[in-house]
């Protein structure tokens, strides 16, 4: 018979709460290991070595994610299959690589008989494990250690909280080392130039700001008629106001300035556009990324931005409705 709703919703929470506590644990419990075992993945790193991950069964799926993580973060590291490491994939070893040997138990057959062999290579060790004084913990130079109170299954069984706890902090390790290299989100960009992700970090103002007939700009001196009947024809919420002399940002011109514009008397349309125009307007640089564009959208909570040039000229138009992709990030 299948749980009611309420028992469903119960044992979810027992779940979390109890995976929750592992995390508190582990958290409780960091003390100078992980900051040696920290320094000897920033040493690796930095020398130009590679981070070597390895794990049995649930753990070599951890192994394998935070591999991805920290290829993610520029930080080389493979996954080693403890199994195939017997049979020709030691190869990818070298002297001064770092190993990270993921076994909650830390009694992993295969990850111990793995360690000599490591060794012999020049590969330093570190066991990542909640069992300080297990075989493999004993066997590496440095120990990652996490707390479990208790696993989340009612068997005891199945890895969760463990498996929970032994990922965060590999994850930990990896963003104290993304901080420590001062990776910048240009940086991040570099790799993960695909996707949804690649296009939010790598895309610039340029490459999405309105221009020639879609950017409306006129002098100063244009009266407010010509001004919305450029920005009707261009299609545009706003216009970019400009210094007859030099072509200089002067101010910007909005759909709400038009309609401040309407209550000061019926000659408004004769008024040159500079009496309404919005001075100083809020401007992005031109080769800035467009998540800084969206930034000042949210900051400053305006409809448009223009692009300006080193010399203060307006070249586009940002509408906030170029965006719609960028605002999850």
Excluded: W
Aim: net charge neutral; glycine share 6%; with cysteine.
């Amino acid at each position: 018979m299948s749980p009611d709703a309420a028992t469903v919703l119960a044992q979810a929470r027992t779940c979390l709460a109890t995976e929750r506590a592992a995390l508190d644990a582990t958290a409780s419990a960091l003390d100078e290991r992980f900051v040696a075992a920290f320094r000897a993945v920033e040493e690796t790193v930095s020398s130009g070595r590679k981070l070597i991950f390895s794990g049995v069964g649930k753990s070599a799926h951890i192994a394998e994610k935070l591999v991805g993580t920290l290829n993610s973060i520029g930080a080389p590291a493979l996954f080693l299959d403890a199994t195939q490491a017997l049979h020709g994939d030691l190869g990818l070893c070298h002297e001064g690589d770092l190993a990270v040997l993921i076994s909650n138990s830390g009694q992993t057959e295969e990850l111990v008989r793995l360690c000599p062999l490591l060794r012999r290579f020049g590969v330093r060790l570190v066991a990542l494990t909640a069992r300080e004084d297990s075989p493999l913990a004993q066997a590496c130079e440095q120990r990652l250690l996490y707390r479990v109170p208790a696993e989340a299954c009612p068997l005891k069984l199945a890895p969760t909280a463990s498996t929970t706890a032994a990922l965060a902090l590999g994850d930990a390790l990896a963003m104290v080392l993304l901080e420590a290299r001062g990776l910048t989100r240009e940086d991040f960009a570099r790799f993960h130039p695909a996707g949804n992700l690649g296009m939010v970090l790598l895309l610039k103002v340029d490459d999405i700001m309105r221009t020639a007939d879609r950017l409306p700009v006129l002098p100063a001196t244009a009266s407010t008629q010509d001004a919305i009947l450029a920005m009707t024809r261009a299609k545009a919420g706003s216009l970019a106001v400009v210094e007859p002399a030099d072509g200089r940002l002067a101010g910007i011109f909005t759909d709400g300035d038009f309609r401040r514009s309407a209550l000061t008397g019926p000659d408004f349309l004769r008024q040159p556009v500079s009496t309404f125009m919005t001075r100083s307007p809020k401007t992005i640089a031109s080769g800035l990324l467009a998540i800084e564009a969206l930034k000042l959208f949210e900051r400053h909570k305006i409809d448009d931005l223009l692009v300006v040039d080193t010399a203060g000229r307006p070249i586009g138009l940002v509408d906030n409705q170029d965006l719609p992709k960028l605002k999850f990030y």
